[in-house]
């Protein structure tokens, strides 16, 4: 079935009247949930190592979790596009390593992009490169996860002057070589105001204010299942002591054989 939402299509959304809606998933009944709530953008974020797998952060996603939870994800997903989320390590070191794992994205879990974190030189040429045969690329500045080492913790990002112009700048390369949407994670407001006000491709935000061209938030934290949600995050149900609480309901009726009834 061809889908509602290709790349082409989230890229037109860019100065049109809708913002453009993205969400994570990483099993197939939530990307069928969420394909049918009408979101545009499903991203399998490396978050997953932190979300599913219980990982302290996102640095020891593997390539094959990735593959693993994206092919479920594309199964479900009939009209959202779906972007996986290429795992540290997994294109930072050589443009080769970068295609044959953004190859398997496309070939073999049945995603319709990547996204990338950064905008470095190196990282420029790869994206040029994936673009050149074929990939398209989602960026990612601000915030970038899998440099927490390197921020010294999950820290908001572009808050003096000069870290703003330099995410500022990373954008416009970012569009230059070729990127067709970026996610600014944890800027201020203005900042990504003004970014998304001088390039030509969308840019969705995390954190980041509500100038951008879209939002993306973690479905866990919207569903209120998260025990600890950022500061950011809105939680449109509260899904964790519901669930809770049906455990314990079944814990208690099984343990006092009122369930199964005779
Ligand atoms: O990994 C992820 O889920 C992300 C989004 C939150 C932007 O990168």
Redesign the pocket.
């Given at each position: 079935m061809a889908k509602a939402h290709t790349v082409p299509a989230i890229k037109d959304m860019k100065g049109g009247t809708e913002p453009i809606v993205a969400l994570?998933a990483y099993d197939h009944p939530t990307s069928r949930m969420l394909d049918e709530a009408g979101v545009d953008v499903i991203?399998v974020?490396?978050?997953?190592g932190m979300v599913v797998l219980g990982y302290p952060n996102?640095l020891s996603v593997t390539m094959d979790e990735m593959i693993h939870h994206t092919r479920a994800v594309s199964r479900a997903a009939n009209r959202a596009l779906v972007v996986g989320?290429m795992p540290f390590m997994s294109y930072q070191s050589s443009e080769d390593d970068a295609v044959k794992n953004a190859g398997r994205f496309l070939g073999e879990a049945g995603a319709q992009a990547v996204?990338l974190e950064g905008a470095g030189d190196s990282i420029l040429g790869i994206i040029r490169r994936l673009v050149e045969v074929g990939v398209p690329v989602m960026g990612?500045l601000g915030l970038t996860?899998q440099s927490v080492n390197a921020f010294g913790g999950f820290k908001g990002q572009g808050k003096d002057p000069e870290s703003a112009k330099r995410i500022q700048e990373e954008a416009v390369r970012l569009e230059e070589v070729g990127a067709f949407a970026i996610?600014l994670?944890s800027i201020p407001a203005e900042v990504a105001k003004t970014i998304t006000e001088t390039i030509g491709i969308p840019t969705i935000g995390?954190g980041s204010g509500l100038h951008c061209d879209g939002q993306?938030?973690?479905t866990e934290d919207i569903l209120g299942l998260t025990e600890q949600p950022p500061p950011f995050a809105k939680a449109y149900a509260a899904l964790r002591p519901d669930a809770r609480s049906a455990a314990e309901r079944y814990v208690s009726e099984v343990k006092s054989r009122t369930f199964p009834e005779a």
């Open positions: 994570t991203l974020g490396d978050s997953l996102t989320d996204k990612h996860p996610v994670e995390i993306i938030l973690v």
